[in-house]
Structures are given as structure tokens and as C-alpha cells.
């Protein structure tokens, strides 16, 4: 068994039973005790799971929906490979629709500042940055501002959508599955993200490996209806294979 693998298990494992001890895991997997506690140190590392004594929990028995401030830290450079490859879908001169989020958050940071582009957004961190770009054309998207995540999200967030047709989405996730599609803790931001998806000619979903399989509450998309997933190449090369075959191209960095 690939350390990918494993680590998916041991993921799977933890999420079922609330949390996972080193012992168990080693007999289980057949491999040594010092192997599972590398493991777990790399799924802490990557925001899957928290190390405690003698084991590990995942981290949504710690905080239901992880603040903006909480995402930020974690897998900063898998972030910006990620959006730096999302630059190469950027339609030149054309429009597009900029979620909220970490790695949304990081392609705002490396848009160049004399880019013609159109971006309409709803994330104020992202609309701060664009805010003094001379070449972008920023439209903020407006409605009730969640404090968690610094997202505008509601009716008038969902209307002002409703009205345009941008040439790319560049939407977030909290999971992704062949199984359940693409989701998010909170309904509110779910409606969002579906107008997202419904108002682009092309939809990419941004995202770290570390968040497939994960299932959340809300359903805002399934995987047909996006065009590309950009990811890191931790992936599993199954889990991508069976992505690709629901239907967007599987794009890593």
C-alpha cells in the first residue's frame, strides 16, 4: 500500500470513529508504529487530522466550519501552485467570478496589477487586493458578510449573479467526491457557490487534495457540472481517474 494510500484510510478511519490511535492503526495496516506516526504527522501538516496523545482526531471534531484566519495557515504553498496554475485559465481581457476562500484568495494575490480583467467577487480579503490594481475591473458582489469566512452571501449576493454571464468561475470547496459531489458546511454559502457555477461559461473548482472524499452538508455542485479541477499531485491517481470520469479534466500542480 502507497502512502497516499494509507494516509486516505487512515483519514476514512478517523472521520468514522472520531478519532484513531497508532497501535490499532499499525495492526490494521500491517506496518510499523513509527510509519502510522509519520502519517499522522503529515495529515497534521496538510489540516486533515490534530495529533494527540497515542493518536490523532480529525479536525472537524475541533471546529465545525475552520475560520478564514484557521484555512490561511495551512498548506500555503499547495495554495499558491494551485492558483498559480489557475492563472493559466485566466480568458485574456474577459471576465471572471472570484469566490471566497484560501486558494481563490491566493490567484487575487498573483493576478499582475496591469491585467485586464474583469473580476467580480465576493470575498472582501480578495477585493482588498484588487481594490488598487489599475488594470482590473472589480466589481465586489454584495450582501450579508459572514464573519467566518469574509463572504458575501445571501439574496442580493445571488441576484447580482443572476445578471451577468462571466467567461470563467474560479469556486471553492470544503469537499469534493464522485459520491457527493462538491460541498460546504454552510447552506448560505452553498446558494452562492451554485449561482457561481450557473453564471460562468466555465467552471474550475480550486482545491487541495486533502479535502476528497470529504462530504459537508450543503451539496452546491455535481462534478459534471464543473469543467476543470485544479489540485495538488497528492491526489490519488485513482480518485483522479474516476473524477475525470464524471466529467471535469483533473488539472495538478
Do not use: C
Amino acid at each position: 500500500m502507497y502512502a497516499t494510500e494509507r494516509q486516505q484510510r487512515i483519514i476514512a478511519e478517523a472521520r468514522r470513529a472520531g478519532r484513531v490511535e497508532v497501535t490499532a492503526l499499525a495492526d490494521d495496516l500491517g506496518v510499523a508504529t513509527e510509519t502510522i506516526r509519520r502519517d499522522l504527522t503529515a495529515l497534521e501538516r496538510r489540516g486533515s487530522l490534530r495529533r494527540v496523545h497515542g493518536g490523532a482526531i480529525p479536525v472537524e471534531r475541533l471546529e465545525v466550519e475552520p475560520s478564514l484566519a484557521t484555512r490561511s495557515g495551512r498548506l500555503t504553498e499547495v495554495k499558491r501552485r494551485i492558483a498559480a496554475r489557475a492563472l493559466d485559465q485566466l480568458p485574456s481581457g474577459g471576465s471572471i467570478i472570484l469566490d471566497s476562500g484560501t486558494t481563490t484568495g491566493a490567484v487575487a494575490e498573483l493576478l499582475r496589477p496591469d491585467l485586464d480583467l474583469t473580476v467580480l467577487t465576493n470575498s472582501l480579503s480578495a477585493a482588498s487586493v484588487l481594490a488598487t490594481h489599475p488594470g482590473v475591473s472589480l466589481y465586489l458582489l454584495g450582501g450579508r458578510v459572514r464573519g467566518q469566512t469574509g463572504a458575501a452571501v445571501g439574496d442580493w449576493t445571488i441576484r447580482a449573479l443572476s445578471d451577468v454571464v462571466a467567461d470563467v468561475a474560479f469556486i471553492g470547496t470544503n469537499g469534493f467526491s464522485v459520491a457527493r459531489g462538491l460541498t460546504t458546511p454552510d447552506q448560505s454559502e452553498a446558494l452562492v457557490k451554485r449561482a457561481m457555477v450557473a453564471s460562468a461559461r466555465t467552471s474550475i473548482v480550486l482545491s487541495d487534495s486533502s479535502k476528497a472524499g470529504d462530504a459537508h452538508l450543503h451539496r452546491f455542485a455535481d462534478l459534471g457540472d464543473i469543467d476543470i479541477l485544479i489540485t495538488d499531485t497528492d491526489l490519488d491517481d485513482d480518485v483522479a481517474a474516476e473524477i475525470r470520469a464524471a466529467g471535469p479534466d483533473v488539472v495538478t500542480a
